[in-house]
């Protein structure tokens, strides 16, 4: 079963191949993904990379968590699930808003 991992606090200038490449030594890299800005398309500094088993995950963690690459000390860990939104982020809203109102005596 392949494992997920978080990687934080990586340079902006870090490649996906550079980050496979560097996983790569703790084991089979499954996928690598840098997670961009839809705008800018430039690196938010975090990262998304799939082991592929427990075993090489848990390796590079060990390996990796709290190591300096590329000037900045990374972190690594098991991905946790995405989890849903709860905070309102625009649309229709609907009930009393302000603004003018029908119902005043």
């Known amino acids: 079963m392949a494992l ?18 560097l996983f790569s030594q703790a084991g089979t890299v499954q996928t690598a993904t840098i ?40 972190v690594v860990n098991e991905a946790r699930p995405m989890e849903k939104r709860t905070d309102d982020r625009g649309g229709f809203r609907g009930g009393n808003s302000g603004g003018f109102s029908r119902n005043r005596y």
């Open 35 to 74: 997670i961009k800005d839809k705008m800018s398309g430039r690196s938010k500094g975090f990262a998304f990379v799939e082991m592929s088993s427990d075993e090489e995950a848990q390796s590079a963690i060990e390996m990796y968590n709290g190591k300096e690459i590329g000037g900045r000390a990374i």
């Open 4 to 21: 997920k991992l978080f990687v934080g606090n990586l340079s902006f200038s870090m490649t996906e191949d550079e980050l496979r490449d």
